[in-house]
């Protein structure tokens, strides 16, 4: 496989197909593309003064227009994929593995206190669903996909579904079978 930049992986996960850069600023008039677009660059620049400066005040642009909170500190695989607009929050210490997909609504957020204090660690090839709520300091395995609605504040492991609130675990080697397509 060539050396794909990490934007074209987030954008090969909506469409199946490899972009050039003028194919892939013609696709950012989708507002969930073009947010994950200019996340990237800010990423990417965050530590050169004058770019890094530049790329974050656009994403502080970007992240009121569309109601996304992520940060360029947080860590997130190549293969991202945001599933709808709408709110979208997502602490700057957590970290996503690669080739996961997030629904509207989500939270993945810190806990300040109990058992899990901290904040989560996400594994590859996971599909977090419609306000989802994902706090502390745990760890959601591979190949998990996480219910609408679901609340999750403990460990889960690989290749699990988690449904309601609380959040309870099914195991299943195909939870994210036709969840994920595209993938890295």
């Known amino acids: 496989m060539p050396n794909y930049s990490i934007i ?3 954008f090969y996960r909506e469409s199946g197909k490899w972009l050039s850069t003028f194919e892939i600023l013609t696709k950012c008039i989708n507002p969930n593309l073009h947010f994950i677009y200019i996340l990237r660059k800010a ?3 965050k530590e050169n003064a004058i770019l890094g400066i530049f790329w974050r005040i ?3 642009h970007y992240q009121i227009k569309y109601g996304y909170q992520i940060y360029p500190e947080t860590e997130i695989g190549e293969g991202f994929y945001i599933g709808h607009w709408g709110s979208l929050v997502i602490n700057p210490k957590a970290k996503i593995g690669k080739n996961c997909n997030i629904a509207q609504g989500v939270t993945i957020g810190q806990q300040n206190r109990g058992r899990f204090v901290g904040f989560p660690t996400i594994g590859d090839e996971v599909w977090i669903g419609t306000n989802a709520v994902i706090v502390g300091g ?3 395995g591979r190949n998990v996909l996480i219910a609408p609605n679901a609340y999750v504040n403990f460990d889960v ?3 699990s579904v ?3 609130n609380p959040g309870k675990i099914y195991s299943t080697r195909k939870s ?3 969840y994920i397509n595209n993938k890295v």
């Open 8 to 10: 074209q992986k987030d």
């Open 43 to 45: 990423q990417k620049h």
């Open 58 to 60: 656009v994403l502080r």
């Open 138 to 140: 745990i760890t959601v």
């Open 157 to 159: 492991p690989a290749d």
């Open 162 to 164: 988690v449904l309601g």
């Open 176 to 178: 994210t079978v036709g």
